[in-house]
């Protein structure tokens, strides 16, 4: 059963944007630790951005002044706008809940609910 689906991936040239979609349709773990991760071919999966339980928010040095996630309580649903893409941002991106601590952290293995991932693929 998937409990966080992404949407929003796609094909988008250089300098372009995209915004992807999380939506926990159970309403579940939106007031939990949540946040963007990124796993290109051969890499590691890393954080891109987070909120943290308190409403604040950290990001990937890599992305700063780029990326901006928000939340929409409401809709249960987080987002991540992203602007002045490069090639380096391809890959497949995924959303994630930690339900298990109240601090919130940026190291994948805290996090254990997933979303199937949403493919990401900028091209010059």
């Known amino acids: 059963q998937v409990v966080l689906l992404e949407s929003g991936g796609g094909s988008v040239q250089v300098g372009g944007s995209l915004r992807l979609s999380c939506r926990d349709a159970g309403y579940r773990y939106v007031s939990s630790c949540m946040g963007w991760f990124r796993q290109a071919p051969g890499k590691e999966r890393e954080k891109v951005a987070r909120?943290?339980?308190?409403?604040?928010?950290r990001y990937a040095d890599s992305v700063k002044g780029r990326f901006t996630i928000s939340k929409d309580s409401a809709k249960g649903t987080l987002y991540l706008q992203r602007n002045s893409l490069k090639p380096e941002a391809s890959a497949m991106y995924y959303c994630?809940?930690?339900?298990?601590?109240?601090?919130?952290?940026?190291?994948?293995?805290?996090?254990?609910?997933w979303g199937q991932g949403t493919q990401v693929t900028v091209s010059s």
């Open positions: 994630a809940a930690d339900t298990a601590h109240l601090t919130c952290s940026d190291y994948v293995d805290r996090y254990n609910i």
């Open positions: 909120t943290n339980t308190d409403g604040t928010i």
